[in-house]
């Protein structure tokens, strides 16, 4: 439910002091983690001539980014962005000029390519999360603060369909390596940039925290239930869009439409990005954690129902309508990261997030690849929608079995939390 008060305006996130400096740093940050690894990929390939060396490689990479992204983001907790950050940057991006350099001709070792590509995802600073924290930072108010992950979530979305282009532009005037220097260039700005804005504290948020107190570093998900849920759920989204991206590639094959993927693709961003602005605008009265699982099985239902598409122009209106979900179960996760910790923890938080949609895409890619060929297409779609929904009831279902407890031991309080829409 939602009241029709007025909120405030996304412009009003953008003039919120110090914000446009960092917000601008860290997306041109980012745009690196959509150059690069298609550039890596294609710089692989070209230099071993062997598309097994350049997948297992890029597999390594994403298992090194996605598993350590926690552990990087303790650090910047702990030490602050401006200590943390740069090294990080500064290393991933000299691993990637490395590559580039190695690969800029063939015949580097594939094994040598393997542990820089290895090393490299192991560096990839945060860049994403430390954004999502300044914004609790910047803007104190929680309605605002929804826009501004709005916002931050949309110009993602927008961020990672320009990237292919880009690389486009770069393997036709030159060659893939370019690309991978391109990356470690615009990482490496991008953090200096971020770094030393106005916006990004001098020193950590908590120093030297009790041992297990409210302001440890080391955040656990035992014990947050409401974090651990989000987690749970942006896993489930992320496996859905992982087995998305090769469904909608065996739909438009067997259709012998291979070209049209990327106008499925494209509308599924294009969903994203229109609900994403429009979920921010909205002032809603129930909590970010009763929005989640709500959010999660209208994707579901989404793609539950374009796996029946009987033409492509209806696959791509029902992908369309699954985008319109996407940026608003993202931004309801890490505002749910943002809620569930205190200050000092907010970076890891908003990574667990961040690792547990990285990782259900790459899992949800890898489980469809070994069933899109075995099964009807139509069950596979199910079987893709199947983690936001099942995961969707069990996060309901648990808040459900909590709220009763609640009542019988504390109904007073329950009632009033009810008025409050909490």
Not at 4 to 10: E, H, L
Not at 183 to 190: R, T
Not at 312 to 337: D, E, H, N, S
């Amino acid at each position: 439910m939602h009241t029709s008060s007025p909120t405030p305006s996304y412009a009003a996130v953008l003039r919120t002091p110090h914000a446009v400096r960092p917000f601008a740093a860290a997306l041109l940050g980012r745009l690196s983690y959509g150059v690069a690894p298609l550039s890596l990929l294609l710089a692989l390939k070209d230099a071993t001539h062997a598309y097994s060396v350049a997948g297992a490689a890029m597999a390594l990479f994403g298992a090194a980014s996605v598993t350590l992204s926690p552990a990087r983001a303790a650090l910047i907790d702990r030490y602050g962005p401006r200590r943390a950050v740069p090294p990080m940057a500064g290393l991933y991006a000299a691993l990637l000029t490395v590559i580039a350099l190695a690969t800029w001709s063939p015949g580097a070792p594939a094994l040598l390519l393997s542990g820089l590509t290895t090393a490299a995802g192991a560096c990839t600073p945060p860049l994403g999360p430390v954004m999502r924290a300044l914004w609790s930072d910047l803007v104190p108010d929680r309605e605002l603060l929804q826009r501004a992950y709005s916002l931050d979530a949309v110009a993602e979305e927008l961020m990672y369909v320009t990237a292919p282009l880009l690389v486009g532009i770069v393997v036709t005037l030159t060659v893939p390596a370019a690309g991978v220097l391109a990356g470690a260039v615009l990482v490496f700005v991008g953090a200096v940039a971020l770094v030393t804005s106005p916006a990004v504290p001098r020193a950590a948020r908590a120093k030297q925290p009790a041992a297990g107190g409210p302001g440890a570093p080391r955040l656990r998900l035992r014990g947050i239930v409401d974090l651990r849920h989000a987690v749970l759920v942006t896993a489930a989204v992320g496996l859905c869009l992982g087995a998305l991206d090769l469904l909608v590639v065996a739909f438009t094959e067997r259709l012998h439409r291979a070209a049209a993927v990327s106008w499925v693709l494209a509308a599924l961003s294009a969903g994203s990005a229109v609900g994403g602005l429009a979920y921010g605008a909205v002032r809603w009265r129930s909590a970010s954690r009763v929005r989640l699982p709500v959010v999660a099985a209208a994707l579901g239902a989404a793609l539950l129902a374009a796996g029946m598409s009987p033409r492509l122009y209806v696959l791509i209106a029902l992908v369309a309508v699954a985008g319109l979900f996407v940026a608003p179960a993202l931004t309801t996760a890490y505002l749910i990261a943002d809620e569930s910790v205190d200050a000092a923890r907010r970076t890891q938080a908003g990574a667990w997030v961040n690792t547990a949609f990285n990782a259900g895409s790459a899992g949800g890619t890898a489980a469809v690849g070994l069933l899109v060929d075995r099964l009807p297409l139509a069950l596979c779609f199910a079987l893709a929608a199947a983690p936001a929904l099942l995961c969707a009831a069990a996060v309901a279902g648990a808040r459900g079995a909590a709220r009763r407890r609640r009542i019988a031991e504390h109904p007073g309080v329950e009632a009033a939390d009810e008025v409050r829409g909490v």
